[in-house]
């Protein structure tokens, strides 16, 4: 018996790893997808990563029963291929920020 409750322990924590590497997969896509629209990606850079986020999410849906390596592995694919585009958008944005509060300070005479 306690053998047996060992078992169902083991396949407990091993469906939970499994779970919460499906839930970060789907979050990460879902994050990305919004960083579209919040970092006004456009043209090509946005077309890569709509479609990288539909492909990755239709994986998800025909794979729900996949091993946890594999949620890993389908997120670092889509990590490899978002976050260089990601990141320089960022800087865009950051360095955008930087121009207006320069400017803004420069016009101030105090």
Same mark, same amino acid.
């Given at each position: 018996?306690?053998?047996?409750?060992? !078992?169902?322990?083991?396949?407990?924590?091993?469906?939970? !790893?499994?779970?919460? =590497?499906?839930?970060?997969?789907?979050?990460? @896509?879902?994050?990305?997808?919004? #960083?579209? #629209?919040?970092?006004?990606?456009?043209?090509?850079?946005?077309?890569?990563?709509?479609?990288?986020?539909?492909? =990755?999410?239709?994986?998800?849906?025909?794979?729900?029963?996949?091993?946890?390596?594999?949620?890993?592995? &389908? /997120?670092?694919?889509? &990590?490899?291929?978002?976050?260089?585009?990601? @990141?320089?958008?960022?800087?865009?944005?950051?360095? @955008?920020?930087?121009?207006?509060?320069?400017? @803004? /300070? #420069?016009?101030? /005479?105090?």
């Amino acid at each position: 018996m306690v053998k047996e409750a060992e !078992k169902y322990k083991k396949e407990d924590q091993e469906n939970e !790893k499994k779970e919460e =590497a499906k839930e970060l997969f789907k979050l990460y @896509a879902y994050e990305l997808r919004d #960083s579209v #629209s919040d970092l006004a990606i456009q043209g090509a850079n946005k077309k890569t990563i709509v479609d990288a986020v539909k492909k =990755a999410l239709q994986w998800l849906s025909e794979n729900q029963l996949a091993e946890c390596n594999k949620y890993d592995d &389908e /997120r670092k694919k889509l &990590e490899t291929l978002c976050n260089p585009i990601i @990141a320089k958008a960022k800087m865009r944005q950051l360095q @955008a920020a930087g121009n207006i509060h320069d400017a @803004a /300070r #420069s016009s101030c /005479r105090c």
